[in-house]
């Protein structure tokens, strides 16, 4: 087989330069500590076909996964385990003798011996940190698979899976093997993904991002990841290494969050209403390896399935969802004044795409009160006008404040001058 590459120009690493990780952090040796223990109990396994073993090992240890996700650019996320998001992943591996170069096998996904194209991978569920699987750790796939110290593998996923996931693993030729240069993340064939608009912060509108909930459950919107290519040597391998996937989201993300402006202190100010039109919905393509960020290009090619496409927030659904906005306070002895923390009113993935002026449309309905006064407004932005959100890209996080800042209606007043009726003179005898 031909040797891969080096990085590309977007730092995507190729098969010559990973390195095997060491995971070192106590939870993940604690899995490792099980794999051991398990060991015994994986040899009773060795007498099926589907598994290649090496005799010359003194530990038949099954392989196992570790996962962890990316932070989404320009975000705020803290959570980069997998599970905090989802709980399965599809895992595709191939391994190459190190006796003979042309002999590949695939021991997860579907075989591409005969033919490239596109393959399913193996499920992988996550079975709990309570709750460690005593044979695999935390993601119980199939069947164990076991380590060759004779074989150069290479691993590479997709998450979750789902019905209506349609990303695949695709090899570029016939024993191609994982992570070689053309293959591909893209959609099954015939498929496309479409978004409904869901809304996170829909119901609960709160000062922080929730980050996880896009699951795909009843027809909702799903966060779509994919790992990069992870190689392990079976010569190198350690007793209890697992596999560390790293995924990374795929869509884009976009938050809409609200605050008050100074002028604003002492009043009571409530967002009725947020939607945003002219969004495209519809990713007709994917592809991977298109997805640059020196360009920038994206590897979706995005359309519209439905001209009613929309991402809303909407209070007249529930007088509980009538929220105020934060007030701010002004520093004691000093005139400083420290604004609220902002509210999130829409959390929602989107299609990454661009947008041309005039096309996308965020209409914001707000009331604000104090005492007998009540005062409903409705403003509208065109987002091409926010020049960073003309191009949404992949694996990006995007958040647009709006401060609500009226123009304090203010009075002059002046006198008229007295007309001049004239100067007149009358003699008194």
Not at 29 to 57: F, P, T, Y
Not at 220 to 227: A, E, F, P, R
Request: charged residues 25%; hydrophobic residues 35%.
């Amino acid at each position: 087989m031909e040797k891969r590459k080096g990085q590309n120009s977007d730092g995507i690493q190729t098969r010559e330069t990973k390195k095997i990780i060491t995971i070192k952090n106590k939870r993940l040796m604690r899995k490792s500590n099980l794999v051991l223990i398990a060991a015994a109990a994986s040899m009773l396994a060795s007498c099926s076909n589907d598994l290649i073993l090496d005799n010359s090992q003194d530990v038949q240890a099954p392989i196992g996964f570790a996962s962890y996700s990316e932070k989404a650019t320009r975000g705020t996320n803290t959570q980069t385990d997998l599970e905090y998001y989802h709980n399965t992943f599809a895992v595709y591996g191939t391994k190459q003798s190190t006796d003979d170069n042309t002999i590949i096998q695939y021991i997860f996904g579907g075989n591409a011996t005969e033919a490239a194209g596109v393959k399913d991978g193996v499920t992988c569920t996550y079975s709990g940190d309570d709750n460690l699987d005593a044979l695999y750790g935390e993601w119980i796939y199939d069947f164990p698979r076991f380590w060759d110290k004779k074989g150069e593998y290479d691993f590479i996923a997709y998450a979750p899976v789902s019905d209506n996931n349609p990303i695949r693993y695709k090899y570029n030729a016939a024993k191609a093997q994982v992570g070689d240069n053309g293959n591909d993340f893209v959609l099954k064939d015939g498929s496309s993904f479409i978004l409904t608009g869901t809304n996170l912060q829909a119901t609960d509108p709160g000062t922080a991002e929730k980050l996880k909930g896009f699951t795909g459950a009843d027809g909702t919107d799903i966060d779509l990841m994919t790992s990069g290519s992870e190689e392990v040597s079976g010569a190198t391998r350690t007793a209890g290494t697992t596999v560390n996937l790293m995924f990374k989201h795929i869509l884009s993300k976009l938050n809409v969050r609200v605050n008050k402006d100074e002028n604003l202190y002492g009043y009571t100010v409530k967002v009725k209403s947020i939607e945003i039109t002219g969004f495209k919905d519809k990713g007709t393509a994917y592809s991977e390896k298109n997805f640059s960020l020196t360009t920038p290009q994206s590897g979706w090619t995005a359309g519209v399935q439905n001209e009613g496409y929309k991402l809303a927030y909407n209070a007249a659904l529930s007088a509980d969802l009538e929220k105020p906005l934060n007030e701010g306070n002004y520093t004691e002895n000093a005139p400083n004044y420290t604004s609220g923390k902002p509210i999130y009113f829409i959390e929602s993935l989107l299609i990454p795409q661009t947008i041309a002026d005039n096309q996308v449309t965020l209409k914001i309905r707000y009331r604000i009160e104090r005492g007998a006064y009540v005062d409903d407004r409705a403003d509208e932005i065109d987002l091409y006008d926010v020049v960073n959100l003309q191009t949404l890209l992949d694996r990006h996080n995007y958040t647009l404040n709006i401060n609500i800042n009226p123009e304090i209606i203010k009075f002059d007043a002046t006198v008229a001058a007295w007309s001049d009726g004239g100067t007149y003179s009358k003699d008194v005898y």
